[in-house]
């Protein structure tokens, strides 16, 4: 098992033989054509910076599944109808959990309250009409990425009795997106060994962000906290630790 850190918020994971993408928006220094075949890609929600815009290209080159809110997948099945078959979109909502080739995937809620700035921005930048709203959060095999979200306690609910080894947590802190005090308050709610951080570079070197992951780094060590920080460099790889259990 092992996960890669692809730059924004975009992970791909090897778990059980599986590849799995989320949230792939992928950018230079990451050719993505040189990736691993993706055997299913998990989208948090349709915000253009986190890849449902790349979706025909990734099924033209692996001929993956893709999974994500059903409003997401109703509005991709429409959108590329005729590049991606219907049979090829899973439906998954907050609480619910789907099977994917003997590897159970939770959906984990999230809360992603975008402002009049927010939703200007995706305006201007998107170019699609992609559903932003819901956001889940994906929970498997001990790792979990919760997609864009601030704090909220029902994440800790929803992960209740779930060993967590692994958190990959935004720490923007703008955009409707956690601070690094957010994101720490979130790791210890859910008992996460390890914190990834995730959305807090600019977006097309215009939309920048208000913490970076050094600042993550720096309140860690100041409050001692419990979770270990790994802050990845684009294309780093890490496994879980040797102390992680499944489920």
């Known amino acids: 098992m092992s996960l890669t850190y692809l730059g924004h918020s975009a992970v791909s994971f090897e778990i059980r033989g599986l590849t799995i993408y989320v949230d792939p928006y992928l950018r230079d220094p990451i050719d993505w054509t040189k990736l691993p075949k993706g055997d299913l890609v998990l989208l948090s929600h349709g915000h253009f910076d986190h890849g449902v815009l790349m979706s025909p290209k990734l099924y033209d080159a692996w001929g993956c599944k893709f999974a994500g809110p059903k409003v997401l997948m109703q509005w991709m099945s429409r959108k590329y109808r005729r590049v991606i078959p219907q049979d090829q979109f899973i439906a998954i909502d907050q609480g619910e959990t789907i099977v994917f080739k003997e590897l159970p995937i939770q959906a984990i809620p999230a809360y992603h309250p975008m402002n009049r700035l927010g939703k200007t921005i995706m305006a201007v930048f998107a170019r699609s009409s992609a559903p932003g709203k819901p956001v889940i959060g994906f929970y498997m095999d001990g790792y979990y990425h919760s997609g864009d979200t601030i704090y909220t306690?029902?994440?800790?609910?929803?992960?209740?009795?779930?060993?967590?080894?692994?958190?990959?947590?935004?720490?923007?802190?703008?955009?409707?997106?956690?601070?690094?005090?957010?994101?720490?308050?979130?790791?210890?709610?859910?008992?996460?060994?390890?914190?990834?951080?995730?959305?807090?570079?600019?977006?097309?070197?215009?939309?920048?962000?208000?913490?970076?992951?050094?600042?993550?780094?720096?309140?860690?060590?100041?409050?001692?906290?419990?979770?270990?920080?790994?802050?990845?460099?684009?294309?780093?790889?890490?496994?879980?630790?040797?102390?992680?259990?499944?489920?």
């Open 153 to 247: 306690p029902t994440i800790a609910s929803a992960l209740k009795g779930l060993n967590v080894h692994t958190a990959c947590l935004p720490i923007g802190g703008k955009y409707a997106v956690a601070s690094p005090a957010e994101a720490l308050h979130i790791a210890e709610d859910i008992g996460a060994m390890r914190v990834v951080p995730l959305h807090w570079q600019p977006l097309l070197q215009q939309v920048p962000f208000r913490y970076q992951s050094s600042d993550l780094v720096k309140l860690a060590k100041t409050q001692k906290t419990h979770p270990e920080i790994c802050a990845l460099a684009i294309g780093e790889v890490l496994v879980p630790p040797e102390s992680a259990t499944i489920g």
